[in-house]
């Protein structure tokens, strides 16, 4: 898949039930894309980059 052109934070954060959630959040601060119910933060960045989304900067938020 072609990478998006723009600059990206990938905004991870962990659910109460303990699955990991990503938000893709381009430079204008808006939502552009979400990764949902993976097994952990790595797995997030690795679906988000498959759908390509590469991020320049990534937020680690949880336990």
Known sequence: ????????????????DG?????VIAADAKEVARVK???SP???????MEEGFYPDHIELEGP
């Open 42 to 48: 790595e797995e997030v960045e690795q679906v988000a």
């Open 19 to 23: 699955r990991w959630t990503g938000t």
């Open 37 to 39: 119910g993976c097994g």
């Open 1 to 16: 898949m072609k990478p998006h052109p723009r600059p990206f934070t990938l905004r991870i954060q962990q659910n109460p």
